[in-house]
């Protein structure tokens, strides 16, 4: 199997922009041209929303971020996560104005980025808004159109009577499957376990035109082995957050999130540590956990949650995983920093064969 390696002068990629807040993480994707990389991050600013920026790099280590589109917002969107009592919770504290030239390409949630020079748009993003989730296409990688279809995936809403909240789908990682020649979308489902507690699970839609796709379908539930995972790092239960596939060999491997809860905010979502495992699998629609060991180590900048690209990417002969680390927990509500400049931001690894 493989092990990470982590590099040593991380964190790469910090917020420096008004669009970015304090935030800049993956969920999102990273591809290699050949002469360069790029880099689809999201950041997040509090009283506005989320964005999908880009970043390049020849070296995959510095990166930029080109300046080449205007921003002009002032009315913050609703990226729905849980709805208490008809009412659905927001991110925001605060509205603001923001002007200025940007590196943004979406206001997507939760993206990702595909890339094939064959196609007529080789650039294809999938992501979550308010209407569920949509695709968007580009010639150049840099301004996309929306698909007039959308939403492809209209929003899934799960509700539970025992806590009167409603919960909604948002992450949905995105694979080319080159094994099946289809399009996988992660879809997060939930379930509502013998105690009346909602859990997240691990669903998947597919396509095979990125535009037409399958009703989403619980795949991977998580077990009493994640629970008992859960109690054994001081907390409750855990939860499947996303998971991330790729093709390896003639099999799957997977990048999952687990969520190791702590207690259910009753006006939010719920409080907890963020950690990732690697996963495997024949099919793609089974799968295991390998290890109770995470794959990222949680420490220092990033010990409160983990997340990594969709997919690993080749880079100068290594398989280079890129991922974003928060020194805070999963529903954590006041203003923390590390280091005074930043909440979340950017690192880099590498996977190799034990």
């Known amino acids: 199997m493989l092990r990470f390696l982590e590099y ?140 007039r279809g959308n939403p492809v995936i209209s929003i899934k809403k799960y509700p539970n009577r025992k806590t009167k909240k409603v919960w909604f789908s948002d992450v949905a990682p995105v694979f080319y499957d080159t094994k099946k020649k289809i399009y996988r979308a992660m879809v997060k489902t939930y379930k509502i376990d013998s105690e009346g507690r909602t859990r997240r699970c691990v669903g998947m839609s597919t396509s095979r035109d990125f535009v037409n796709w399958t009703r989403p379908k619980t795949i991977w539930v998580p077990s009493k082995a994640e629970d008992k995972l859960a109690q054994q790092k001081g907390f409750k239960w855990a939860d499947f957050y996303s998971l991330c596939p790729f093709n390896w060999k003639e099999y799957y491997l997977g990048f999952l999130r687990v969520f190791f809860i702590e207690r259910e905010i009753p006006n939010g979502t719920h409080y907890g540590k963020i950690e990732v495992y690697l996963a495997y699998s024949k099919d793609c629609i089974h799968w295991e956990r390998i290890s109770d060991k995470p794959l990222i180590s949680v420490e220092g900048w990033k010990s409160g949650t983990t997340s990594t690209a969709n997919q690993p990417v080749r880079v100068n002969g290594r398989l280079a995983l890129y991922f974003s680390g928060a020194n805070f927990p999963h529903g954590f509500d006041e203003e923390n920093t590390i280091d005074g400049k930043y909440r979340i931001a950017i690192g880099l690894g590498w996977l190799e064969e034990n």
């Open 8 to 147: 040593e002068n991380n964190p790469i990629l910090v917020p420096e922009y008004p669009w970015e807040g304090k935030s800049v993480y993956l969920y999102g994707s990273v591809i290699n041209l050949g002469d360069k990389l790029r880099m689809y991050y999201q950041s997040y600013v509090d009283g506005i929303g989320f964005f999908v920026c880009l970043a390049e790099s020849e070296d995959g280590i510095n990166w930029e971020k080109p300046l080449f589109r205007s921003l002009k917002e002032s009315i913050p969107k609703l990226y729905p996560t849980v709805e208490v009592n008809g009412k659905v919770q927001d991110f925001y504290r605060k509205t603001k104005n923001l002007e200025c030239m940007s590196n943004a390409v979406s206001d997507y949630h939760i993206p990702s980025v595909l890339y094939s020079s064959k196609d007529e748009y080789p650039y294809k993003l999938f992501g979550y808004s308010s209407k569920g989730y949509c695709v968007a296409f580009s010639k150049d990688g840099l301004h996309f159109e929306e698909y």
